[in-house]
């Protein structure tokens, strides 16, 4: 991962872990950022950023919404 890939998932993941607080730990969300960047790959550098940002608030989303969901 190039310096400025590292950055940009590091500022990714610092905007999520305050938006997902007390919802996801910071590991997962870490994880779920960097999968979300490999999935993307391919796409023109300048859009990765923000178009990986998006796919990651949707997985969390998603898994939180799939976590409450399974508690009865």
């Known amino acids: ?3 400025t890939n590292a950055a ?3 500022d990714i993941t610092d905007r999520l872990a305050a938006e997902f ?3 996801a730990p ?3 969300i870490e994880a779920v950022v960097a999968s979300s ?3 993307l790959r391919g796409i023109p550098a300048p859009d990765l950023p ?9 997985r969390l989303l ?5 976590q409450q969901a399974a508690v009865p």
């Open 37 to 39: 960047l490999a999935d």
């Open 8 to 10: 940009s998932s590091s």
């Open 21 to 23: 607080e007390g919802d």
């Open 50 to 58: 923000e178009l990986g940002e998006r796919l990651a608030r949707q």
């Open 62 to 66: 998603d898994l939180i919404d799939r």
């Open 1 to 3: 991962m190039s310096t």
């Open 26 to 28: 910071r590991s997962r």
